[in-house]
């Protein structure tokens, strides 16, 4: 089964990273496979009992809430049609953090619903999927299947958003991605556009322009992958014109058992948590940085992870450590302890806005 545009989904990266590289062939329940046509279905399923001290409001609170990847079910397609493979995916993910505040409407998140053109060319992806700005960033990010950094305390974790990268925005997008060359890849894509300018003739008169190239390689048993990525937009209106631009990077090896990565990201003028319609831009800087090693023994995985975020255009600066135990019971079957440090800084008063430490047990299922 070729089942390409589920190789290349944010989940298939995601599962992949957390669970190595054997993963990506159980991911799916191949459901048809007939002349050429299949169909198969995977999902992601997850909860997390929640302790919370918050040490600026003083509180303290316990939940039972997913971790930072919501419960998904995808959909795959792919059908060969002579040189040219034609596939599509959709997925929906929903959120289990809102059982007491609305018990009967749940909501749905469509963030995937695309279609893809493989052949030797490489491939062309259109629709709806996770922008490339950030993508290995956050997909690579060791503890993506667990808790992370705290939002509001019934809200959804942020994982390391906003403490070491920002979101890649899942959006509307046509993207070229090459063959594989040796290891390297590359893909480029334009976007819808963010209204970062909202007010009197406000236009976005060129789409977002987004890019990443990652190289991977094994040298001496040591297995490397590198990458850069970016985007590019601008939105004006009556009186002001914002230019937004940013760069993300990283590097990950691993040597048996032991994983280090490191990446990065600096932009101006662009959201550095999440880029959406409406955000009030102002042409300032942000960075960040994500440090982490883990180390696999047997069934278990050790992770130690720190991020910072400096931001003139947030006027924040954050943090976020966690520590956390991965437990694999079994190829679909995963259980997280996690505790999270995490302390955030309003700039221009230097006043703390948030202080909170977390601890979050959980179990993943995941077919």
Do not use: C
């Not at 890019?211 to 009556?238: C, F, I, K, M, P």
């Not at 995490?342 to 703390?352: A, D, I, L």
Request: aromatic share 10%; glycine share 10%; hydrophobic share 40%.
């Amino acid at each position: 089964m070729k089942n390409n545009n589920f190789r290349k989904s944010g989940l298939a990266i995601a599962m992949m990273a957390a669970m190595g590289a054997s993963a990506g062939a159980n991911a799916a329940i191949e459901l048809y496979n007939e002349d050429g046509t299949s169909f198969s279905v995977d999902g992601y399923f997850n909860a997390f009992y929640v302790n919370r001290d918050d040490k600026v409001a003083d509180v303290r609170n316990s939940d039972v809430k997913m971790g930072f990847l919501p419960n998904t079910i995808g959909f795959n397609f792919s059908k060969e049609m002579g040189d040219l493979t034609l596939g599509g995916r959709s997925s929906f993910w929903s959120t289990i953090n809102d059982s007491l505040q609305s018990p009967t409407d749940t909501a749905i998140d469509v963030r995937q619903l695309y279609a893809t053109v493989d052949g030797a060319f490489g491939q062309v992806l259109i629709g709806k999927d996770f922008g490339l700005y950030a993508r290995s960033n956050i997909f690579l990010d060791e503890i993506l299947m667990g808790f992370g950094s705290p939002g509001a305390a019934t809200g959804v974790s942020f994982g390391n958003i906003r403490t070491g990268y920002p979101y890649p925005n899942p959006s509307a997008q046509i993207t070229y991605r090459t063959p594989d060359m040796g290891g390297l890849n590359v893909a480029a894509g334009i976007f819808e556009p963010a209204n970062t300018t909202p007010g009197a003739q406000s236009e976005q008169s060129a789409p977002r322009f987004e890019a990443e190239v990652t190289y991977s390689a094994d040298l001496n048993g040591v297995a490397l992958t590198g990458w850069v990525n970016g985007r590019h937009q601008s939105s004006e209106n009556a009186t002001t014109k914002i230019d937004s631009r940013g760069v993300g990077y990283g590097v990950k090896a691993a040597v048996a058992g032991l994983s280090l990565t490191a990446s990065g990201f600096t932009s101006k003028g662009d959201v550095p948590v999440l880029i959406t319609d409406g955000a009030l831009a102002s042409e300032e800087d942000a960075d960040g940085y994500l440090v982490q090693a883990s180390y696999t023994l047997g069934a278990n995985r050790f992770v130690l992870s720190y991020g910072e975020t400096d931001s003139d255009q947030g006027n924040f600066e954050t943090e976020n450590t966690s520590v956390a135990v991965f437990h694999d019971v079994n190829s679909n079957f995963k259980l997280v302890a996690e505790y999270n440090m995490f302390e955030q800084e309003t700039k221009s008063t230097g006043v703390k806005a948030a202080d909170a430490n977390t601890l979050a047990l959980g179990a993943v299922v995941m077919f």
